[in-house]
């Protein structure tokens, strides 16, 4: 097979940097914290042709629904300041047909495998969880509750609380207990926070944070929206912002959960920001459109900008941003409303990091180094 | 197979409105037939712009002094193309090809006649060679709306044993459009095979004009592309598969080539009711318990 030949500017300088990549979203152990958002790689099949998937974390799959879906109308894109408008609509082959051939595939290409699903209603969610399974080759599942471009756009099961956790609470009834579940959630809420936290106590085993934000073009030489579906989901590094302080908020209030960050990463350095933030693994989404190989591109680009900052493992870096240092004032919108389900009290950010910290992560890194 | 290169410009030249890049391009050439195009990047890592641009590969040379190239026709209609009209010798672009699925080559020397509209000639002349090569008569209709809109007139005349031209506005050749003049070509040349390459409503003419001669259609479509890789399922088109089935059809990897009578053209822009999974459907046999569940 031929490969794209595109070196890093990293792998020109010296030696590969010898960190430790290895990312776990609970247990689900990846040699590498990279993986494609979904909806940006197809299956994986594409990609496989200018890197090798299977040096991926995962690829996290195009969501998946019970039936065969065509999808929405061209036009379905606009280029938008360092960003896209995008209204597939979900187009895909159904699940049937996703698992005879693009499981199967992914299963024989050896790549770790999350399959993301979505649905128009809790129980279509829920035949998805029993029918995948049934299904060896799946390293987790994705719930994808967020999508803005569904038929009843306004009323995402991510927009509540509520919602978003029976349709989480099913899935992980649903499926087999050793598979994590991560709930993938839209920023488009007022506070994302109380909805991770709603969603951790139906059973989400990790928050991936964040869906595109609902957007729209209006094309000033038709004078009509430049999609036909009107609105659409906003990506790219435009959004960055929005999603490293989604991820920041949530583990705030969810110092241990793990943590799929994306939106917007094109480069190792956007994807320090999200581990910084506390990311314990991040996709690559859009920038797979710019760049095809931009994943492994990533990687290497992430364990670079890792080790010239004095750290050795990828894990001591997750949520490094959130360390207070001695005499600091404690920021003072750190607690949550209400304390979470699990025991350990009312929550507090310094916990992870103190350990993140114990576990050698460097007291005083060099960023010059 | 497509490869990711980092590519320097050979050279620039204006033909027209259009602008000719040769780009090095090593892995390219040998394995491009006529239709495949390049996605080209633009600008570096820091561009806001960060959708490839898809391009007709217009020639390929294998070995020259520059390893393997690639030449393009950019027309400079947004940002984006005006940035890659823009560059100069020994500029460096980014761009990954060949991609999408290339005409398909008759396997008998029929007569065939090639018809190109505005820029959209740009694939025509090395599939011309091809054809000539396989023993095939090759004529062909370029048309734009204006003279300057044309591309390749000179190159046709080499490429084809007759080039007939149409201007809207008839400041060159025939006043009219492409299908205009595409009955008596076909009539002349007796051909059995029509291929064409340029705007959707030109294509949808041509296919039609082909079918009710008994041709066989091969039409390359300018679709918007977001990757050109087949991933983000942008650049869809409602195909009739070989079961009869009509599908939203991604036109980067299994087309951009199409047989002409396959697609639909008149419901482009539209998800036809009986697409396979399309809305209408969806209602009409229900999602299996879809009244349960959360609505609100």
């Known amino acids: 097979m031929t490969r794209a030949v595109v070196v890093p500017a990293s792998a020109l300088v010296g030696r590969p940097p010898d960190i430790d990549m290895t990312s776990e979203l609970g247990s689900l152990v990846m040699p590498s914290p990279v993986l494609t958002a979904s909806g940006c790689a197809a299956s994986g099949r594409e990609l496989d042709q200018f890197f090798d998937i299977t040096s991926l974390g995962a690829v996290v799959t195009k969501s998946i629904m019970m039936q065969p879906r065509s999808g929405r109308p061209t036009p379905r894109m606009a280029e938008t300041p360092s960003g896209m408008l995008n209204s597939i609509g979900l187009q895909g082959p159904g699940v049937h047909s996703f698992l005879e051939h693009d499981l199967a595939w992914l299963r024989e290409r050896g790549a770790r495998v999350v399959v993301s699903i979505a649905g128009n209603t809790v129980e279509e969610y829920t035949q998805l969880a029993k029918l995948l399974r049934m299904y060896d080759g799946i390293d987790a599942i994705e719930v994808n509750i967020s999508c803005p471009n569904v038929a009843d756009r306004g009323q995402v099961f991510a927009c509540r609380a509520d919602t978003a956790s029976s349709v989480v609470g099913m899935v992980r009834r649903n499926t087999d207990p050793r598979i994590p579940v991560l709930v993938k959630l839209s920023p488009d809420v007022t506070d994302i926070a109380t909805i991770a936290v709603a969603c951790e106590r139906s059973g989400a085993d990790g928050i991936s944070l964040i869906n595109t934000l609902l957007g729209m073009v209006i094309d000033t030489a038709t004078m009509r929206p430049a999609l036909a579906g009107v609105t659409g989901g906003l990506s790219g590094p435009a959004i960055r912002p929005v999603a490293v302080r989604c991820v920041w908020q949530v583990r705030e209030v969810l110092p241990d959960i793990p943590i799929l960050g994306m939106g917007g990463i094109r480069t190792g350095e956007d994807a320090l920001e999200f581990i910084l933030a506390g990311a314990n693994a991040v996709c690559v989404g859009t920038a797979i459109f710019n760049d095809p190989s931009a994943p492994a591109r990533v990687h290497s680009e992430l364990a670079s900008a890792l080790a010239e900052r004095g750290f050795a493992r990828l894990a001591d870096a997750v949520s490094y941003a959130h360390r207070r240092e001695p005499g600091m004032p404690d920021p003072v919108d750190l607690a949550p409303e209400e304390p979470a389900a699990d025991d350990s009290g009312p929550l507090d950010a310094t916990d992870g990091v103190a350990d993140a910290v114990a576990d050698g992560a460097p007291a005083d890194p060099d960023p010059g180094a | ?296």
Not at chain 2, 193 to 214: I, N, T
């Open chain 2, 1 to 296: 197979m497509p490869v990711q290169v980092r590519s320097e410009v050979v050279s620039t030249r204006r033909a027209g409105i259009y602008h000719v890049l040769t780009l090095t391009a090593d892995g390219v050439p040998e394995t491009t037939r006529p239709g495949h195009f390049v996605g080209v990047a633009i600008g570096d890592m820091t561009s806001g712009l960060l959708l490839r641009r898809a391009f007709s590969i217009y020639g390929v040379q294998q070995r020259g002094i520059y390893g393997g190239t690639v030449d393009i026709v950019v027309a400079a209609t947004g940002p984006g193309t005006r940035w890659l009209a823009q560059r100069h010798r020994g500029d460096q672009v980014e761009l990954v090809g060949p991609l999408g699925r290339p005409f398909m080559l008759p396997r008998e020397p029929v007569s065939c006649t090639l018809v190109g509209g505005g820029y959209g000639s740009a694939p025509l002349f090395m599939l011309a060679e091809q054809l000539r090569q396989r023993g095939c008569r090759v004529d062909m209709i370029l048309g734009a709306s204006t003279e300057e809109k044309l591309f390749g007139v000179l190159e046709g005349k080499r490429a084809a044993s007759t080039v007939t031209i149409t201007t809207e506005d008839g400041s060159l050749g025939e006043t009219g459009r492409v299908t205009d003049a595409l009955p008596e070509v076909m009539e002349r040349a007796g051909s059995e095979v029509v291929y064409a390459c340029g705007p959707m409503g030109m294509l949808a003419s041509v296919a039609e004009v082909a079918a009710e001669r008994g041709a066989y259609s091969q039409c390359a479509v300018e679709e918007a592309m977001a990757c050109g890789i087949g991933v983000c399922m942008s650049c869809v088109l409602p195909v009739i598969g070989n079961d009869g089935v009509t599908r939203m059809v991604r036109s980067c990897v299994e087309g951009p080539v199409f047989q002409g009578d396959r697609v639909r053209w008149a419901d482009i822009g539209t998800i036809p009711p009986d697409t396979l999974g399309a809305p209408e459907a969806a209602k009409r046999d229900g999602v299996a318990g879809s009244v349960a569940g959360v609505s609100s």
